[in-house]
Every structure is written in C-alpha cells, then in structure tokens.
C-alpha cells in the first residue's frame, strides 16, 4: 500500500507541481496589477519582468516567492512598488535607474 502511494504520489507530482505554479502565477499577476501593473519607472508590462519591490527594504530581495501571498493576506499594505527586472536590478545595485537619471 505504501509502495501504491508512493508510485501515486510520483506520477501525479508533475502534475501537483504545475497546478502550484499555475496559482502562484495567478497570485503574482493578481498583486502585481493592484500595485500598478508596470514597472514604475520604465512602464514595462513584461509579466515576466515585474515583481513587487518594498520601498523600504530596497534593494530588492531575491528569492521572495512568499511576498505575494503575504501582500494578499494583508490587504495590499502601501509603501510596495512594481519594477521589472532590469529597473530593480538598477536600484539594488546602483541606487538609481539609468531610465531616470534626471530625477537624481
Ligand atoms: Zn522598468
Ligand atoms: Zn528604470
């Protein structure tokens, strides 16, 4: 029986993992229009390129998978913009982003 299961639990894995991604996905995209929807200081809608950055805690974390489910489960607290990934990198390692070298 445990053998049974565990052979379940492999073959349905790929499964299970897609079905996680495809929430997570969703989760992400659905923050990321309440904060906006673009990158704040490129306006790029690259889905793929935008992620949630705190203002207060710049320069930007990597790895925060869980940023989104928390902002969700908090209301979508204010002081969180959106950057894509080249504006973030930007601000994280330079302080400023070359789209706005005006402004500093
Ligand atoms: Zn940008
Ligand atoms: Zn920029």
């Known amino acids: 029986m445990s053998e049974y299961l565990q052979r379940y639990n492999e073959r349905t894995r790929p499964a299970r993992r897609r079905a996680r991604n495809a929430w997570e996905k969703r989760l992400r995209a659905e923050v990321i229009q309440h904060y906006g929807g673009c990158c704040?200081?490129?306006?790029?809608r690259t889905a793929e390129f935008l992620r949630v950055v705190s203002e207060s805690s710049q320069p930007a974390k990597r790895g925060q998978g869980s940023i989104y489910y928390r902002l969700k489960r908090e209301g979508f607290p204010e002081g969180y913009n959106v950057y894509c990934a080249n504006c973030a990198e930007a601000y994280a390692r330079l302080g400023y982003c070359?789209?706005?070298d005006d402004f500093v």
Do not use: E, Q
Not at 40 to 44: A, F, H, K, W
């Open 40 to 44: 704040v200081c490129c306006l790029d």
């Open 98 to 100: 070359p789209h706005r």
